[in-house]
């Protein structure tokens, strides 16, 4: 694992062991399946999410279930980041 690998693995783990997106749960669920992708992995798509996280089918993946669970996961990391982090969205 090189440095950058590493360090997001810390972070990953600090983030779980803080309690910021829960110990169990659906928020918990979808920061879990997101951080297993990897800073290199492709981007999820929403029908990605809802399908793996929520368990919903292609028809009901246009839920927002999906879309207020990321954005929720989004104001926790924001919050632990102090309103500085990444631009999620871009990987910036």
């Given at each position: ?66 879309r207020v669970y990321i954005?929720?996961?989004r104001k926790r990391l ?15």
């Open positions: 694992m090189d440095g950058s690998q590493a360090s997001f693995a810390d972070e990953i783990v600090r983030i779980r062991d803080s309690g910021l997106v829960g110990y169990s749960g659906r928020l918990r669920d979808l920061f879990d399946f997101l951080a297993e992708r990897g800073p290199e992995g492709e981007p999820a798509t929403q029908a990605d999410i809802a399908e793996t996280v929520f368990g919903q089918h292609q028809a009901e993946a246009d839920d927002a279930t999906a954005h929720r996961l924001e919050q632990r980041s102090g309103g500085q982090g990444r631009d999620i969205d871009r990987g910036g």
